[in-house]
Each structure stands twice: as C-alpha cells, then as structure tokens.
C-alpha cells in the first residue's frame, strides 16, 4: 500500500524518507523564486524572510507532480491512499482528484483512495502518521481508509497567532479588527471547522489565551490521556514548550509532538503561532 500525502501537513523531511511517505509538496516563492516545499526550500531562510517583512506567496501541488506519482501507481498495481490537505484551504485536493481521473484513462486499474483530510498543519500530519501505523499493523487499504475518515472528522484544532496582520491579508479578520488587536495585545483563539479557519474568541495576552485553549480541550477532547496530543509553532520553541507543560499538567496524555509549521502556513500566519492538535472522539478497535 502505497501512502500519499502532500507538505501542508507539517512533517518534516525525514519522516517521509524514514516511513515511506511519497511527498506531494506543495509551493512558497521567496525572494521572488519559486520552490518545492520541505525539499527544496529550508524552513529558516523562510522565517528569516518573514521576520524582514518579505510577504511570501504559496501555491498549491503541481499536476504534474501528480500525473507522474498516480502514474507510477497504476503501473504498480498497487493500491494507494493520498490524504490531502484541506479542500477549503487549497485548490491541491481538486487537481488530485483531476489528474487521478486522467491517469485511470491509462490505467483504468489505478487503485487510489483519495481523502479530503479538511485537516491543516500536524492535525492533518496526525493523520498520515496514524495511516503508516496501521499500514505496519498489516490493516486492508479499507479499514486503513475508514479509520483514517473518522479520525479526520474527529480532528480538533485549536491555535492562536501573533501577529493579527497575517490573518488580515489573507483574508480571515478585518484590518481594523487586527489593528486594534495589535494596540491591544488582542489574541484570537481560531479553530478549523469542515476545513474552513474559523476566529471563535479573542483575549487580551498570551496566558490567557493559554488557558482557554486548555479548557477547551477539556470541553472537547475525549480521553486524552489515551492520545498523543500535537503542537505546531512557527519559530516559537518556548511558546510550544509552554503549553506542552500546560497538557502534561492537565491531561497527561501518551505524549505530546512539536513540530516546526511548515512554509506554506507560515506564510499565511506569521511567526509566533501555536497550534494544539487532538480528537474529539476515539475510534473503536
């Protein structure tokens, strides 16, 4: 079985080398050229140039890069899964779902499954990693598909940024909201629901925005001491690190991830972005 996923999930380079992950990357122009994300960009020049100021531009996957890797697949005959990054987020899971239907006309045996995470950054990683765990347990591509479906429904999301501007660019906050909020050391609590950013609440400071997410968790969450809980920060280790010690405090789950936000989020929130991952609801055995 062969496991598909694109670079908006926030993995770094080496899990895909190390478990047989083909990546789909998607695009980020810095300094006016144009590369592949993860394998051909590296994630500090890209922080760098948000911290100068540089507003950096994302595309989504290449058809090509698709044609070629479906191709491959249905040369195989192997069977194979792409989970793709949120459909309300990008245009990557519709040119998927395009060029798989031009490879089936080479190859009217292509066995693909692709799936709309409607996930973003580690909660959609979350995902992928559960998906090569239960390729190993020897799972059918079925049970690995339904699995991976309910776990994406169930993906709770939760994140707060720095920098109100970033949002306002793109989009998901007024600039006299983010104008006001930056005067005010407003922070927003933001959420993903049916893939789509969505702000829920704003506070005043870091600490307590810090402590809502916390509650909502609990609000949430369902046995999460049973999960492993993911962090994703853009450059903003001692933040992450924070609020990995807020979870042990309250949950003590099987363990918490951190992981780097990767370039293409990272141009669309800025630096300082904490993002807590987890499942509202466990699958059955």
Known sequence: MRIYADSACDLPKSFYEQN??????????????????????????????????????????????????????????EEGIYIAFSSQLSGTYSTA??????????????????????????GYGLLVKEAVRLREEGCTTDEVVDKIRFNAQHMEHLFTVEDLDYL??????????????????????????????IPIEKYRGRKKVFKRIIELMEERGESLSDQVIAITHSDDLVAAEEMKALIIENF?????????????????????????????????D
């Not at 948000?50 to 996957?61: D, N």
């Not at 060029?99 to 799936?115: D, H, R």
């Not at 141009?267 to 972005?273: E, I, K, P």
């Open 168 to 197: 306002a660019k793109g989009g998901r906050l007024s600039k006299a909201s983010a104008f006001i909020g930056g005067l005010l050391s407003i922070k927003p609590v933001l959420d993903v629901e049916d893939g789509k950013l």
């Open 252 to 284: 003590h789950p099987k363990a918490v991830e951190i992981h780097l936000i990767g370039s293409v989020i990272a141009a669309h929130t800025g630096t300082g972005t904490i993002a807590i991952f987890f499942l509202s609801k466990l699958p059955k």
């Open 20 to 77: 047989n992950v083909k990546i789909i990357p998607l695009r980020v122009q810095l300094k006016g050229q144009e590369y592949d994300d993860v394998i051909g960009v590296d994630l500090q020049d890209v922080y760098g140039a948000i911290r100068q100021g540089e507003l950096l531009k994302t595309s989504q996957a290449s058809p090509e890069r698709f044609l070629e890797e479906f191709s491959l697949l249905g040369q195989s005959k």
């Open 97 to 122: 779902v395009m060029m798989a239907e031009q490879v089936k006309e080479q190859y009217p045996n292509l066995k693909l499954t692709i799936i709309d995470s409607k996930c973003a950054s580690l």
